[in-house]
């Protein structure tokens, strides 16, 4: 049934073909008004029924730099297209991210940056998301992080952390912004998602959006999950300000392992969850962080989990247990105040910001300021980054990016986060060059860790303890570029030089893509279609049982994808079809991932 709707759907597209391609992406083109001669009123009429009005406001994000090639930072268009539909499915693209889930899109999902999954830090709208819920020991499960909800993310690399800054959808037209995705396909996936938005003449704001998302899969680790986006906000002048509530909740029925080798069954394995993660905030600003010149902001935030301890219950080894007596829900306030100055200097743009950030919970209240300094001209950059965080831990790093000539890229960082949880210093350099050949990017590089602590993932085995990651050294290869007219094709693989706990010794991602508007046929940008191929590879990952730090391990893999979408007007057909071999695979050990996966639906966009 759910084939037959969407070809029925796809259908209706196509049968409304010239209706849609008098839509666009953008507000529509209003065609003239034959009761009305005087083209200047005319002019002045669609100027006022479409107005942009000031940005609301939005927190600062660090200048991206680096010389390997790919992006890491994505729009909004970018991240609906990238087919991933959580934030761990996007980021274990980025070379040096290890993914470990359960399943599919309900089950828990954890990422480790160079083996820690304690140094992947978020933020949303500047607000710092850290994990509240005991049962996950400090370690974030990014299935509680609303993807759709965004429209940028940006990546700050360092040998030791992965910072995260991620901005939620904003709207700047009077125009009403309208759309609707619809979703279905394997494991019984049904996804809806609704967006509203709209701007006042006075600058007013209001905006609402939300997804449901339900799945029924045969190992479990299933359900419904909803979220929701609310904001109320006012911009004019060098004034803004917004209420904004963002809200994930899942509903996740218990979940099985099977081990190979042995043979080995455990059906209630993960245990069931009913929970919820929930950001609310205010926040006012004077300019904004990209204005040149001085600019302000002030943000009061409520951070909270919950966790339904009724219908929710705590992992021992690889068993369920019973669940509490009584539900659990961590709240955690947090408020900032952060500035800057942007201006030219030493012909180049200069960017001085600092955050005071204050955290109060369980009645404590505690400070960690940091200050960023970075600065840029047309062939180089460098930045300077230091915190103090809630803990006491200092952290520091310097990074810096050059292009001397057309064909070269360089770029290194180093840094050092002190004293760690479990003691001592851990410090961490990185270098990488790219040269360009006809139009593609070949690039290398490497980085060097010291040993340090890192913390387990309890929340998928509780017997997967923290441990100490060794010091190392990895190598990194990778190139993009053109490979016949609108095809192109990238590579990005990383390589230790040796496997260790939460971190393989090879991971490799490789993309084969087709992507083109036929300008010459459809000069009205109406129509673009895009066809990719991916491939994933990874090495054995070895996890703690207890006491031994390779008690476990997640045999290798090798998984072939393929992704297709077309876009006629602001309407767009989609469908990624995962691991088409119908690989036997895992990511964590004993948690197979689904076979034969597929994806398909449509978002439709409306500017009313």
Same mark, same amino acid.
């Given at each position: 049934?759910?084939?037959?709707?969407?070809?029925?759907?796809?259908?209706?597209?196509?049968?409304?073909?010239?209706?849609?391609?008098?839509?666009?992406?953008?507000?529509?083109?209003?065609?003239?008004?034959?009761?009305?001669?005087?083209?200047?009123?005319?002019?002045?009429?669609?100027?006022?029924?479409?107005?942009?009005?000031?940005?609301?406001?939005?927190?600062?994000?660090?200048?991206?730099?680096?010389?390997?090639?790919?992006?890491?930072?994505?729009?909004?268009?970018?991240?609906?297209?990238?087919?991933?539909?959580?934030?761990?499915?996007?980021?274990?693209?980025?070379?040096?991210?290890?993914?470990?889930?359960?399943?599919?899109?309900?089950?828990?999902?954890?990422?480790?940056?160079?083996?820690?999954?304690?140094?992947?830090?978020?933020?949303?709208?500047?607000?710092?998301?850290?994990?509240?819920?005991?049962?996950?020991?400090?370690?974030?499960?990014?299935?509680?992080?609303?993807?759709?909800?965004?429209?940028?993310?940006?990546?700050?690399?360092?040998?030791?952390?992965?910072?995260?800054?991620?901005?939620?959808?904003?709207?700047?037209?009077?125009?009403?912004?309208?759309?609707?995705?619809?979703?279905?396909?394997?494991?019984?996936?049904?996804?809806?998602?609704?967006?509203?938005?709209?701007?006042?003449?006075?600058?007013?704001?209001?905006?609402?959006?939300?997804?449901?998302?339900?799945?029924?899969?045969?190992?479990?680790?299933?359900?419904?999950?909803?979220?929701?986006?609310?904001?109320?906000?006012?911009?004019?002048?060098?004034?803004?300000?917004?209420?904004?509530?963002?809200?994930?909740?899942?509903?996740?029925?218990?979940?099985?392992?099977?081990?190979?080798?042995?043979?080995?069954?455990?059906?209630?394995?993960?245990?069931?969850?009913?929970?919820?993660?929930?950001?609310?905030?205010?926040?006012?600003?004077?300019?904004?962080?990209?204005?040149?010149?001085?600019?302000?902001?002030?943000?009061?935030?409520?951070?909270?989990?919950?966790?339904?301890?009724?219908?929710?219950?705590?992992?021992?080894?690889?068993?369920?247990?019973?669940?509490?007596?009584?539900?659990?829900?961590?709240?955690?306030?947090?408020?900032?105040?952060?500035?800057?100055?942007?201006?030219?200097?030493?012909?180049?743009?200069?960017?001085?910001?600092?955050?005071?950030?204050?955290?109060?919970?369980?009645?404590?209240?505690?400070?960690?300021?940091?200050?960023?300094?970075?600065?840029?001209?047309?062939?180089?950059?460098?930045?300077?980054?230091?915190?103090?965080?809630?803990?006491?831990?200092?952290?520091?790093?310097?990074?810096? %990016? =050059?292009? /001397?000539?057309?064909?070269?890229?360089? &770029? $290194?960082?180093? #840094? +050092? *986060?002190? !004293?760690?949880?479990?003691?001592?210093?851990?410090?961490?350099?990185?270098?990488?060059?790219?040269?360009?050949?006809?139009?593609?990017?070949?690039?290398?590089?490497?980085?060097?860790?010291?040993? %340090? =602590?890192? /913390?387990?993932?309890?929340?998928?085995? &509780? $017997?997967?303890? #923290? +441990? *100490?990651? !060794?010091?190392?050294?990895?190598?990194?290869?990778?190139?993009?570029?053109?490979?016949?007219?609108?095809?192109?094709?990238?590579?990005?693989?990383?390589?230790?030089?040796?496997?260790?706990?939460?971190?393989?010794?090879?991971?490799?991602?490789?993309?084969?893509?087709?992507?083109?508007?036929?300008?010459?046929?459809?000069?009205?940008?109406?129509?673009?279609?895009?066809?990719?191929?991916?491939?994933?590879?990874?090495?054995?990952?070895?996890?703690?049982?207890?006491?031994?730090?390779?008690?476990?391990?997640?045999?290798?893999?090798?998984?072939?994808?393929?992704?297709?979408?077309?876009?006629?007007?602001?309407?767009?057909?989609?469908?990624?079809?995962?691991?088409?071999?119908?690989?036997?695979?895992?990511?964590?050990?004993?948690?197979?991932?689904?076979?034969?996966?597929?994806?398909?639906?449509?978002?439709?966009?409306?500017?009313?």
């Amino acid at each position: 049934m759910r084939v037959v709707a969407f070809v029925g759907a796809f259908a209706v597209v196509i049968a409304c073909g010239s209706n849609i391609a008098s839509a666009q992406a953008t507000p529509p083109r209003q065609t003239a008004d034959t009761t009305r001669s005087d083209s200047v009123s005319r002019r002045r009429e669609l100027t006022e029924a479409d107005t942009i009005k000031a940005p609301l406001p939005a927190p600062y994000v660090p200048a991206a730099m680096g010389a390997r090639p790919g992006s890491r930072h994505w729009t909004r268009a970018e991240l609906f297209a990238s087919g991933a539909l959580t934030v761990a499915e996007l980021l274990e693209r980025i070379p040096g991210v290890t993914r470990m889930a359960a399943g599919f899109i309900q089950a828990p999902s954890a990422l480790a940056w160079h083996g820690d999954a304690g140094a992947v830090r978020l933020y949303v709208d500047g607000v710092e998301r850290e994990e509240l819920l005991p049962r996950n020991a400090g370690v974030p499960d990014f299935q509680l992080i609303p993807l759709w909800s965004f429209e940028e993310v940006a990546i700050e690399e360092t040998p030791g952390e992965l910072r995260v800054h991620a901005r939620t959808w904003r709207v700047q037209r009077t125009t009403a912004e309208t759309r609707a995705d619809v979703l279905t396909g394997s494991e019984n996936l049904n996804l809806f998602r609704g967006f509203f938005g709209k701007r006042s003449a006075n600058g007013l704001a209001v905006q609402v959006a939300a997804q449901q998302a339900g799945t029924v899969s045969r190992p479990g680790m299933d359900g419904d999950a909803l979220g929701s986006l609310v904001r109320l906000g006012w911009a004019g002048g060098d004034w803004s300000v917004d209420v904004s509530s963002l809200r994930q909740g899942i509903n996740r029925s218990v979940g099985a392992r099977y081990f190979i080798p042995p043979a080995t069954l455990e059906p209630k394995a993960l245990p069931a969850f009913v929970g919820s993660s929930s950001l609310s905030y205010v926040r006012v600003g004077w300019r904004q962080p990209t204005s040149t010149g001085a600019w302000a902001q002030f943000v009061a935030s409520s951070v909270a989990a919950a966790l339904d301890a009724q219908n929710s219950a705590s992992t021992s080894g690889t068993t369920l247990t019973a669940a509490d007596s009584a539900d659990t829900t961590t709240s955690q306030g947090q408020y900032a105040v952060s500035g800057g100055l942007n201006r030219a200097l030493f012909r180049g743009k200069f960017r001085l910001s600092g955050t005071m950030r204050g955290r109060s919970q369980g009645g404590d209240f505690k400070l960690a300021p940091s200050v960023l300094a970075e600065w840029a001209d047309a062939r180089a950059q460098i930045s300077v980054r230091t915190e103090r965080r809630y803990t006491g831990t200092a952290t520091w790093d310097v990074r810096g %990016a =050059a292009s /001397p000539l057309t064909w070269l890229r360089l &770029s $290194a960082s180093a #840094g +050092a *986060t002190e !004293p760690m949880a479990g003691g001592g210093t851990r410090a961490g350099q990185s270098a990488d060059v790219a040269v360009r050949w006809r139009d593609r990017w070949i690039g290398g590089g490497m980085v060097k860790l010291a040993s %340090a =602590a890192v /913390p387990g993932l309890v929340e998928l085995d &509780s $017997a997967a303890i #923290g +441990a *100490t990651s !060794p010091a190392g050294t990895a190598f990194k290869v990778s190139a993009t570029g053109p490979v016949w007219r609108s095809w192109n094709a990238s590579t990005e693989l990383t390589r230790w030089a040796a496997s260790s706990s939460y971190r393989p010794q090879i991971e490799a991602h490789s993309r084969l893509w087709f992507a083109s508007s036929f300008g010459d046929r459809f000069p009205k940008s109406n129509f673009h279609l895009s066809v990719g191929l991916i491939h994933d590879y990874r090495t054995q990952l070895y996890v703690p049982k207890g006491a031994d730090p390779i008690g476990q391990s997640a045999r290798a893999f090798s998984v072939l994808g393929t992704q297709f979408e077309m876009r006629i007007a602001s309407a767009v057909i989609s469908w990624d079809y995962r691991n088409m071999a119908g690989t036997s695979f895992e990511t964590f050990p004993g948690y197979l991932m689904p076979r034969i996966a597929s994806v398909y639906g449509i978002r439709w966009e409306f500017w009313n």
